[in-house]
């Protein structure tokens, strides 16, 4: 099963709105969603800090930042299941 990241932060009422897209449409495919909190590390930080939230596989170069609505997940999502 594939993991996909969702990088964000606590306190980030963004991201939570963004793992409220994501739960449903994660239930419905082979994926995992993992919280990877950018806080934990500088390099996130400065790679993600005014941009989250942002989707991503570790596999693929491509991610999906915010703002995503529910068919733009879903679109990002199934490419890489796919694949």
């Known amino acids: 099963m ?3 990241y969702l990088y964000s932060t606590p306190g ?6 963004a ?9 419905h495919l082979p994926l995992r969603l993992e919280e ?3 806080a934990d590390s500088d390099e996130l930080i400065e790679q993600y800090g005014v ?5 991503k596989f570790n596999d ?3 991610e999906l ?3 995503f609505d529910s068919a733009q997940a879903a679109l990002f ?3 890489h299941v796919n694949n």
Do not use: R
């Open 2 to 4: 594939k993991t996909v």
């Open 12 to 17: 980030c009422h963004l991201c939570d709105i």
């Open 19 to 27: 793992w409220d897209i994501l739960a449903p449409l994660i239930s």
């Open 36 to 38: 990877v909190d950018i």
């Open 51 to 55: 941009k989250i939230p942002v989707l």
């Open 60 to 62: 693929y170069a491509d």
């Open 65 to 67: 930042g915010w703002p």
């Open 77 to 79: 999502l199934q490419k």
